[in-house]
């Protein structure tokens, strides 16, 4: 086995896609990394904006919690309903296409794809400050840790669905067990103190309230926090990936998920709250994450506080696989419907829509790098994709039920319009708290990449419009095309340029451009290695024509030349055949002139139906 295959994995058939579904127990690290992991930067979001109430902040921490978990459990009934109606994958996109029109889908695909492109940036940086936590010095290189993780997660990604499952089982329960763990010792201890536990490490002091809490705080707030909510669509999205029965597999990880996160959530509520946890400055050199005086309170500086440490790190770097899992499957759908290059439609050697993944990439590295690999930058432009295509899918879920006929339809509807509204309000609350703050950029960008969603759809549907035809092929005017061979001066690569030529075309011209006053070289050459060869064979001579070039240019006499003949000769399609080397090193292109590809360039972007333009490579 090669280094490439034993890194990237060897390429799979078709007929092998039904052994890279997964289950459950492979689903929760696939699709709920990202949803498990908000449950550490959601209520770090959140705390963050308490800091002016100082300890009054925190206690406000505990029903801003339990509201989004309400919220996040109306969410969950009505992604079980969707997941029920599209046992193919049921995203916002294809929802709110189907049943709300182009608009509704568009709007909804423009949200998601930002919402996925915001969550692994989200995801990564969070990972890394909770490494920066544990080691302060590292502060300084946060953005490299952060790029390092994304080509990490893109070179585990490019196995596949199913490696990738694999190997984030670990982390992920790790994670989960840890912080379960964590979090049911320090309840015990809560209630054996009768609600006043003491820390095995106190926790950073809160600061003295400089503010009083508002309305317009709290909707700040809760809008951070809902940060936490992200990721919930995956699982409904991805349900093809799930092996037999598709639908009860997707809908129990789905399951998994959320509760799993409503726990966490509640648990590091009541827990900052009994310990007086609150945020600190993550630009600061005395930062540390909640999670992160969350763990030594209960537990201490220990092995275990390492431990734990060490799996969140993971668990919130790896969260981005959610994105990486999600963000093909939809410019798959979308370039299904023409509203993205078709290149978004093909299958990789490891049945991936690897171009999907490579665009997440490259969009992700430069929203890391834009805003230096800090989470709480990023957690204003966060959750607007994702509420936006939340309210979309519901209100899409509404309308599907509202045109089926079985039994139970008006009570499916009534679960979808109470998560269409419940969602909506959100939705007004996050752009209207978060819009100073960078809501604003994800409102502008929205409908720019709705309009050059539909821009690529004009495209697509010009270029069916110019090439579709119904006709039977025409029969007339099948004539050999007249040849055109630029020659320079006699060598194997012309002597393969000609013979081709005079293979496909009676009507063969060699133009040899006089950029050096060099006809009289040029005409013995051809006399003696093209004419008399050919005579003496009875063949006929292709034309030698000379192009007069004074101020010593070499292309654009050539294309000039070139269309001249095309316009002298309305009836006749020229072939313009370009001899070229082809060298054996990469590194050897810079060392000959590249007009075979200019002219090739020029003749593409400056010709029309009549003029090809052929190679003949000779191979060093």
């Known amino acids: 086995m090669s280094f490439f ?7 799979l058939a078709t007929s092998e896609e039904r052994a890279e579904h997964i289950g459950p127990i492979s689903g929760i690290p696939v699709f709920g990394l990202d949803a498990l992991s908000s449950a550490a930067y959601g209520p770090e979001a959140a705390l963050t904006l308490l800091i002016p109430l100082g300890m009054a902040g925190v206690a406000h921490i505990v029903p801003i919690s339990f509201s ?15 997941i029920e109606a599209y046992p193919n994958g049921g995203g916002s996109y294809t929802v709110a296409s189907e049943n709300l029109g182009e608009t509704a889908g568009l709007l909804a695909a423009a949200a998601l794809m930002i919402d996925y492109i915001l969550n692994a940036a989200v995801g990564i940086s969070a990972g890394v400050e909770a490494l920066v936590s544990a080691f302060p010095s590292l502060l300084p290189h946060s953005l490299a840790f952060c790029l ?4 990490i997660l893109t070179l585990i990604n490019m196995r596949g669905t199913k490696d990738t499952g694999i190997a984030f089982l670990i982390p992920t329960y790790m994670f989960i067990g840890t912080l379960l763990f964590v979090l049911g010792l320090g309840a015990y201890r809560v209630i054996a103190s009768h609600g006043h536990p003491i820390p095995v490490i106190a926790p950073p002091r809160l600061p003295i309230a400089t503010s009083m809490l508002s309305l317009w705080l709290l909707a700040k707030v809760f809008s951070s926090g809902c940060a936490a909510m992200t990721g919930v669509e995956a699982v409904s999205n991805g349900v093809a990936a799930f092996r037999e029965p598709t639908q009860r597999n997707a809908k129990k990880t789905l399951t998994i998920i959320i509760v ?8 590091i509520a009541l827990l900052c709250r009994a310990y007086s946890i609150g945020a600190t400055d993550p630009t600061s050199a005395g930062y540390q994450s909640v999670l992160s005086q969350l763990l030594a309170a209960v537990i201490g500086r220990g092995w275990f506080y390492y431990v734990g440490s060490a799996s969140i790190l993971l668990v919130l770097a790896l969260s981005a696989n959610t994105s990486y899992a999600d963000f093909p499957r939809l410019t798959r759908a979308i370039a299904m419907h023409d509203y993205l290059p078709h290149v978004f439609k093909i299958r990789g050697r490891r049945l991936l829509y690897s171009h999907g993944i490579v665009a997440l990439v490259g969009f992700t590295a430069a929203l890391l790098i834009a805003f230096g690999g800090i ?41 979808n319009g ?4 419940a969602t909506g309000i959100t939705l007004l609350v996050v752009l209207v708290a978060k819009f100073a703050a960078g809501a604003w950029i994800v409102a502008i960008l929205i409908p720019v990449l709705m309009f050059l969603m539909m821009g690529i759809k004009r495209h697509y549907k010009g270029v069916e419009t110019a090439t579709t035809t119904d006709c039977p092929m025409r029969v007339d005017n099948l004539a050999s095309p007249l040849v055109i061979v630029p020659l320079d001066r006699w060598s194997r690569i012309t002597e393969k340029g000609l013979r081709f030529a005079m293979k496909l075309s009676d009507h063969v011209e060699a133009v040899h451009v006089d950029a050096e006053e060099c006809r009289n070289e040029v005409d013995a050459m051809w006399n003696l290695n093209v004419a008399t060869p050919l005579s003496q064979a009875g063949r006929e001579v292709p034309k030698l024509v000379f192009v007069p070039s004074p101020y010593r240019f070499v292309l654009m006499p050539l294309v000039d030349h070139i269309f001249q003949i095309e316009q002298e000769h309305p009836d006749r399609q020229i072939a313009v055949l370009v001899p070229e080397l082809v060298v054996k090193h990469w590194w050897q292109a810079p060392l000959h002139n590249q007009r075979a590809q200019l002219l090739k360039l020029l003749l593409l972007l400056r010709g029309n139906q009549r003029i090809m333009v052929i190679n003949i490579p000779w191979y060093l």
Do not use: C, E
């Open 5 to 11: 295959h034993l890194v990237a994995g060897k390429p």
């Open 375 to 415: 989470t709480d930058r990023l957690i204003p432009l966060f959750a607007i994709g994702a509420f936006l295509a939340f309210t979309l899918s519901q209100a899409g879920m509404v309308i599907h039920w509202k045109n089926q006929t079985g039994p139970g339809r008006h009570y499916r509807m009534v679960i």
């Open 148 to 151: 390092g993780i994304l080509a």
């Open 260 to 267: 799993l996160l409503m726990v966490l959530l509640g648990g």
């Open 68 to 82: 989004i978990i309400g919220l996040l459990a109306i969410v969950f009934f009505s992604y079980r309903q969707t």
């Open 418 to 421: 109470i998560g269409a509204v």
